[in-house]
């Protein structure tokens, strides 16, 4: 991988060779990269490093799953990795009339109020992800359900894309307030729904988020222009 992040043409070749082919000798992939030998060995080095490839008992080179997973993931116009929207979970937690609100705490939006939010943890049940991060952030105990799903880009003032989130809008209802533990990266505190959303910096998804949920819509797309100030 260059330092622009793309990959050498070299690198690209061998990789959708074996894409189509699944195994192939080294002649065939020197062929297919049209180069020297001696240049060649030090792609085909790389790639053996970096566990996208491997060189089999038989003497035939093959993906590993790494390597699968990442030529999955190539534009072969570029060379560069495709840009795909983050998974992440908004987190909606309610008691009677009461939400639990969260201003976050670190860049970007550093100070901005709204829903809690996290990454999906890779391998495991959204569910289960939201309640691991709610736990994690808050010391609170919670089951959650899927209420929808709610994509949201972000873009500044001159059009360009600061970033592209599908969120899992994760819901759970409990039947007291728990106490709040303190988390460094934001800061949680139950509130009156009405409140959070007269909240200074309100993140513009936050009343979108209690639409969907009060109209029960399953999906949802915005674009959310900020600052550069604001971002």
């Known amino acids: 991988m260059n330092s622009d992040g793309k990959l050498h043409k070299a690198q690209s070749a061998v ?73 992440s979970m908004l987190m909606v937690v309610r008691c009677g009339n009461y939400i639990l609100g969260h201003r976050r705490e670190r860049e970007p939006f550093n100070g901005f109020w709204g829903i809690a939010s ?6 495991v049940p959204l569910v289960e992800s939201a309640a691991r991060e709610l736990n994690k952030q808050t010391g609170i105990e919670a089951s959650f359900r899927v209420a929808g799903s709610y994509r949201v880009i972000d873009k500044n003032t001159h059009g360009n894309v600061l970033e592209d989130k599908i969120f899992a809008v994760m819901v759970a209802d409990i039947d007291r307030l728990a106490p709040v533990r303190p988390w460094s990266g934001g800061y949680s505190e139950w509130m009156p729904v009405k409140e959070l959303l007269q909240k ?23 674009v959310c222009t900020y600052t550069n100030a604001e971002y």
């Open 200 to 222: 200074p910096h309100l993140f513009p998804i936050t009343p979108a988020i209690f639409e969907m949920l009060s109209a029960g819509i399953a999906f949802r797309e915005d």
């Open 118 to 123: 996290a990454p999906v943890l890779r391998g």
């Open 15 to 87: 990789l959708y060779t074996l894409q189509y082919a699944t195994r192939a000798r080294y002649s065939e992939l020197q062929r297919a990269a049209d180069m020297q030998s001696d240049v060649f060995k030090f792609h085909i080095r790389k790639l053996v490093t970096q566990r996208f490839i491997i060189k089999a008992d038989d003497g035939l080179y093959e993906l590993t799953a790494e390597g699968k997973a990442f030529v999955g993931r190539l534009d072969k116009g570029t060379g560069r990795e495709i840009e795909q929207p983050k998974s």
